[in-house]
């Protein structure tokens, strides 16, 4: 059996002035101008599913119509499609060319759009959800790999590798050819805690399916090492809840520490405030976990009977869990939802100023956005509150015109989005600011402790500080608000105490920082007005050497041209 999976492609418009596709421009560090971030991700559950599978296949990114279109000639039994909500029109477009070109095909939808098929959007003239439904042979609401391999005959309890997961990346703006490299194990698919705005917990109907023990995760990242050829880099590992069992983080910071060779690797994950205050924030530090992403989504929630009922991973105290991780070194992503019913405008920018003032290195600020397939979906439905106009080109964290509130007019949303956003650029300024203080005080904490581990640790947090000192100068010459300057000027005397005087290497990188934020400055921080990126093939099971080829880019046949341009194996 030969195996395609697709995602769709562009081109795509920005919105609300960045491109969507782009995690930390538009979401984890918007604001900042050049000191913004840059981030690229792959869709690693089709990696996954492909390199888990017997049988050959094929991962189809951001191709255009004209390329999927192509890639249909060579004779696929299956083909899947990623379904995304926002994608729904192209990804009709895609089914509608499938059956008309390759009708032998068996056509599979997955991803966390899948659920959204279940409901129709007030705005759907062109039929994509029923185009959708029709053409479907099957639709995967559940673990990918396991679906697939019974699809293809195969046994689907054989174990997983994960090792030849494409990588992510990110870096700052003025430094737009410097990714840092970091590789993603998914530990668990779903989550039990039910918000009821989650697109991904609504998909897998409140059911967390574990996809690797810790044992087989630290194996991944042993396998990314020895890839990368780096003994310090930091893992993504995709469970949306991951401290909620607790078993799970101990054992995988146990083989961490049990191996020398692995204290400089780093993990990021998924952590309610329910699980995470659980855990002394010193013990997530030295489980190896470099940053965690919490959902605050409302600080207000806390004291109002609905916001209990549906926001339950969000029982705790907020505010003391960031400020806990981030006296121990934790770098938080901390998340805030402006819309929910309970948010008048005063308590909409009450929860604006607890954000602001917990100063998380990173954070995601977004209008309630009701998905289709979603419990929030539905009740908005039947209470009859969404606007006509919606439709499936709306469904982003970026729209503010989908429903009556009833305390908040439309753009009120918008100016409260805005206002965050103005608040943690003038009052905490870019990430990097953020980002040092949490490495020294990770260094400070772990000088304190005994044993070998903890005096790596020190090491390790202060180099990293060192590093990130060498941004302060360029915060300083083009960051105009004097909160920030100054906030810059009291974490310059912190180092000095804590690391003494910038060496020679720091003071070159710090030149070259102030040069290429200066060029940046005078380019300026627009994003294109469109994100179109080229197509990638990635090829699995076709190569008798055993390896998975890449190729980014058009030009025709790849098997015929054989223009393979990345090998990894």
Not at 210 to 228: L, N
Not at 386 to 415: A, C, M, N
Not at 435 to 446: I, Q, S, Y
Request: with cysteine; proline share 6%; aromatic share 8%.
């Amino acid at each position: 059996m030969k195996v395609l999976l697709a995602t769709a492609g562009g081109p795509y418009e920005a919105v609300w002035g960045e491109n969507l596709h782009d995690l930390f421009s538009s979401r984890l560090s918007r604001g900042h101008g050049v000191f913004s971030m840059s981030s690229h991700c792959h869709p690693f559950g089709l990696h996954l599913i492909a390199g888990n599978l017997a049988c050959p296949a094929t991962v189809l990114e951001e191709p255009s119509l004209a390329d999927f279109e192509a890639e249909l000639s060579e004779g696929y039994d299956v083909v899947g499609l990623q379904l995304m909500s926002r994608h729904t029109l192209r990804l009709a477009r895609m089914a509608q060319s499938l059956k008309r070109l390759a009708p032998q095909a068996r056509l599979v939808l997955g991803g966390a759009g899948a659920g959204a098929l279940e409901d129709d959007v007030p705005s759907d003239p062109q039929g994509a959800a029923r185009i959708l439904r029709e053409a479907a042979d099957e639709v995967c609401r559940e673990d990918g790999v396991a679906f697939m391999r019974r699809l293809a005959g195969e046994d689907p309890g054989r174990p997983l590798t994960q090792e030849h997961m494409p990588l992510a990346g990110f870096s700052a703006r003025g430094f737009q050819r410097r990714y840092m490299r970091v590789p993603v194990v998914l530990a668990a698919l779903g989550c039990p805690n039910g918000c009821e705005f989650c697109s991904t917990s609504a998909v897998a109907r409140r059911v967390k399916t574990r996809i690797a023990q810790p044992e087989q995760a630290y194996a991944a990242m042993k396998a990314q090492s020895q890839r990368m050829r780096a003994g310090r880099f930091l893992t993504m590992i995709f469970d949306e809840d991951l401290f909620a069992e607790p078993e799970w983080p101990r054992r995988l910071g146990a083989l961490i520490r049990k191996d020398r060779a692995s204290w400089g690797w780093k993990w990021f994950s998924f952590g309610s405030v329910r699980a995470l205050s659980g855990f002394d924030p010193e013990e997530v530090r030295d489980l190896g976990c470099g940053a965690v992403w919490t959902g605050l989504e409302s600080f207000s929630a806390a004291d109002e009977a609905v916001g209990r009922e549906r926001l339950a991973k969000r029982e705790g105290d907020a505010a003391a869990v960031v400020e806990g991780l981030n006296r121990a070194g934790v770098l938080v992503v901390a998340s805030l939802v402006l819309g929910f019913d309970h948010q008048d405008r005063g308590r909409a920018e009450r929860d604006i100023d607890g954000l602001v003032r917990l100063r998380p290195p990173f954070y995601q600020v977004s209008p309630l956005q009701p998905c289709p397939g979603t419990p929030l979906f539905k009740r908005l439905s039947a209470e009859g509150r969404l606007h006509g106009g919606y439709g499936w080109d709306d469904i982003h964290l970026f729209t503010d015109d989908w429903s009556k509130h009833p305390h908040l007019g439309q753009e009120q949303v918008r100016e409260l989005f805005e206002l965050a956003h103005r608040r943690l650029a003038e009052e905490n300024g870019p990430p990097f600011l953020g980002m040092l203080e949490g490495f020294l005080n990770a260094a400070e904490a772990c000088a304190g402790k005994p044993g070998e581990y903890h005096a790596y640790q020190r090491r390790f947090y202060a180099e990293l500080a060192g590093l990130t000192r060498t941004m302060l100068a360029p915060v300083r010459r083009f960051v105009g608000s004097p909160l920030v300057r100054e906030r810059a000027a009291a974490l310059e005397g912190r180092c000095r105490a804590v690391l003494g005087r910038q060496s020679l290497l720091g003071r070159g990188i710090e030149a070259a920082a102030l040069f290429n934020f200066a060029l940046a400055v005078r380019r300026g921080a627009a994003t294109p007005p469109v994100y179109d990126p080229g197509p990638r093939w990635t090829f699995y099971n076709q190569d008798p050497a055993g390896r998975v080829l890449v190729r980014k880019g058009r030009g025709g046949s790849v098997r015929a041209r054989g223009r393979l341009l990345g090998v990894f194996g």
